[in-house]
């Protein structure tokens, strides 16, 4: 028997819609649908902003403005603490810069190197306040205050604190306590431009842990998820597991 073509068309129309995906499925599910994203980048190289009226000048050289953090890295360094910047002041913070890998080392106290110097200064006790309490299991620690991500377990810490993003002031990372619900190999936005989201791992809503391509250092942040290197992304995907809890506190600072 000889379909009519308006028979066909109506049968193409209940195939597709068989077929296509529907909305609000889980992240697993609109990931698989996903091509792949590139193999991700592991390291991803932190660059440091500079004074705007030095753009046009090509480092090496040492800057003679102050910068945010000024005051923060001369009591890091051991510098005198005045919150003005000298000669001696760029040099110590360029060499900091030069030692750990951070772009653009023209010896500015910007919001990357203080971050650096703050993370290494936290990095092996995060919990020293215990504002993340000690439970006999697994407990991935996010504190929005330091932007930091660590686990620990009975007050160990089994993954040493790593430097995040945590969302802007419109799209705030929720606080309370959490599980991985979802992991994601890779995955993709659905509702912010497609940008890949390497190593994700929900635990509340659309929110998740996950790589990021571009500095966990600018502003004004991201929207909800928590924003890690790849690399710290793909440590913390191998710690952790679906089930995993998780407890966020404190409140990124403005």
């Given at each position: 028997?000889?379909?009519s073509p308006?028979r066909i068309?109506v049968t193409?129309?209940?195939?597709?819609?068989t077929?296509l995906?529907l909305?609000g499925?889980?992240?697993?599910?609109?990931?698989a649908?996903?091509?792949?994203p590139p193999k991700p980048?592991m390291?991803?190289?932190?660059?440091e902003q500079?004074?705007?009226?030095?753009?046009?000048k090509?480092?090496?050289?040492?800057?003679a403005?102050?910068g945010?953090h000024?005051r923060?890295?001369?009591r890091y360094?051991?510098?005198r603490?005045?919150?003005?910047?000298s000669?001696?002041?760029?040099?110590?913070?360029?060499?900091?810069?030069?030692?750990y890998?951070?772009?653009?080392?023209?010896?500015y106290a910007g919001r990357?190197?203080w971050?650096?110097?703050?993370?290494?200064?936290?990095?092996?006790h995060?919990?020293?306040?215990?504002r993340c309490p000690?439970?006999?299991?697994?407990?991935?620690c996010?504190?929005?205050t330091?932007?930091l991500?660590?686990v620990?377990?009975?007050?160990k810490v089994?993954?040493?604190?790593?430097p995040?993003?945590?969302?802007?002031?419109?799209?705030?990372t929720?606080t309370?306590w959490?599980?991985v619900y979802?992991?994601?190999?890779f995955?993709w936005s659905?509702?912010?431009?497609?940008a890949p989201?390497?190593?994700?791992?929900?635990f509340s809503?659309?929110q998740?842990f996950?790589g990021?391509y571009?500095?966990?250092?600018?502003?004004?942040?991201?929207?909800?998820c928590?924003?890690m290197r790849?690399?710290?992304?793909?440590?913390?995907w191998?710690?952790?597991?679906k089930?995993?809890?998780v407890?966020v506190?404190?409140?990124?600072?403005?």
């Amino acid at each position: 028997m000889r379909l009519s073509p308006r028979r066909i068309a109506v049968t193409l129309i209940v195939l597709l819609a068989t077929l296509l995906p529907l909305t609000g499925q889980a992240p697993a599910a609109d990931a698989a649908a996903a091509p792949k994203p590139p193999k991700p980048r592991m390291k991803v190289p932190e660059q440091e902003q500079w004074p705007p009226y030095e753009k046009k000048k090509r480092p090496p050289f040492c800057t003679a403005q102050a910068g945010p953090h000024q005051r923060q890295l001369e009591r890091y360094l051991r510098l005198r603490v005045d919150g003005k910047q000298s000669p001696a002041d760029c040099k110590a913070i360029q060499r900091f810069q030069q030692r750990y890998g951070i772009r653009h080392a023209v010896g500015y106290a910007g919001r990357v190197t203080w971050g650096t110097a703050r993370l290494l200064d936290e990095r092996a006790h995060p919990n020293r306040g215990r504002r993340c309490p000690r439970t006999p299991y697994s407990l991935i620690c996010v504190d929005l205050t330091r932007q930091l991500v660590w686990v620990q377990k009975g007050g160990k810490v089994t993954f040493k604190a790593r430097p995040m993003r945590s969302g802007a002031p419109k799209y705030r990372t929720r606080t309370g306590w959490f599980r991985v619900y979802a992991r994601v190999r890779f995955h993709w936005s659905t509702l912010y431009d497609n940008a890949p989201m390497p190593w994700s791992q929900f635990f509340s809503g659309g929110q998740a842990f996950h790589g990021h391509y571009g500095s966990i250092y600018a502003p004004p942040g991201s929207h909800g998820c928590v924003n890690m290197r790849p690399g710290d992304a793909a440590a913390l995907w191998r710690k952790a597991g679906k089930g995993t809890r998780v407890y966020v506190f404190g409140r990124k600072p403005a």
